[in-house]
T-cell receptor, first 113, second 114 residues
Framework: DQQVKQNSPSLSVQEGRISILNCDYT??????FLWYKKYPAEGPTFLIS?????DKNEDGRFTVFLNKSAKHLSLHIVPSQPGDSAVYFC????????????FGQGTTLQVKP | DSGVTQTPKHLITATGQRVTLRCSPR?????VYWYQQSLDQGLQFLIH???????AKGNILERFSAQQFPDLHSELNLSSLELGDSALYFC?????????????FGSGTQLSVL
């Protein structure tokens, strides 16, 4: 039962353009969402998060949007840079499950110079 | 560098064997988590420890067990290994194990069962 899904295994964009990574979830009890970035041979690193009481959170070039009615979140990277090339995981959790994150399968982003 | 140390980085073993993966959390972090990433899969939550006590369990097989020691390092024991246990095992830590805390991940242990 995949509660968090990233339906696009890969995405390729040109440097300077916008990258949009999508994530869907099925469990309406999730109330906290995160994005992690992973480079080869490294562990995932935290990128940005959003609480279910918000619909948008911004941090520099990264913005996460949450659409609770559609159970959908997206990560926008503007402008995209070659160093952003990595695997991006979305994750979700419930306040009652301290620290337990449910991850999607990941989307590999390639930003071409 | 996340500050989380996992050893060994690579482990090759045979079916039926038992292995131990080790994790040292960031200095000051009381919570340790174990995740498994199989091929083409997302990270699957295995288990969470806080200050030596088990806090939550995910889809962890009965053949797997973990513990967190008084010095806060953690070990994940995998026994009666099967081919399907081949995966990347990540350890992560956080300060208090609260839902809105960032998890800091180690670089993982790549387990290959032959």
């Amino acid at each position: 039962d995949q509660q968090v899904k990233q339906n696009s295994p890969s995405l390729s964009v040109q440097e300077g353009r916008i990258s949009i990574l999508n994530c869907d979830y099925t469990n309406s009890m999730f109330d906290y969402f995160l994005w992690y970035k992973k480079y080869p041979a490294e562990g995932p690193t935290f990128l940005i998060s959003i609480s279910s009481i918000k619909d948008k959170n911004e941090d520099g070039r990264f913005t996460v949007f949450l659409n609770k009615s559609a159970k959908h979140l997206s990560l926008h990277i503007v402008p995209s840079q070659p160093g952003d090339s990595a695997v991006y995981f979305c994750a979700a959790s419930r306040s009652s499950n301290t620290g337990k994150l449910i991850f999607g399968q990941g989307t590999t982003l390639q930003v071409k110079p | 560098d996340s500050g989380v140390t996992q050893t060994p980085k690579h482990l090759i073993t045979a079916t039926g064997q038992r292995v131990t993966l080790r994790c040292s959390p960031r200095s000051g972090d009381l919570s340790v988590y174990w995740y498994q990433q199989s091929l083409d899969q997302g990270l699957q939550f295995l288990i969470h420890y806080y200050n030596g006590e088990e806090r939550a369990k995910g889809n962890i097989l009965e053949r797997f067990s973990a513990q967190q020691f008084p010095d806060l390092h953690s070990e994940l024991n995998l026994s009666s290994l099967e081919l399907g246990d081949s995966a990347l095992y990540f350890c992560a830590s956080s300060t208090r194990g609260q839902v809105n805390e960032k998890l800091f991940f180690g670089s993982g242990t790549q387990l290959s069962v032959l």
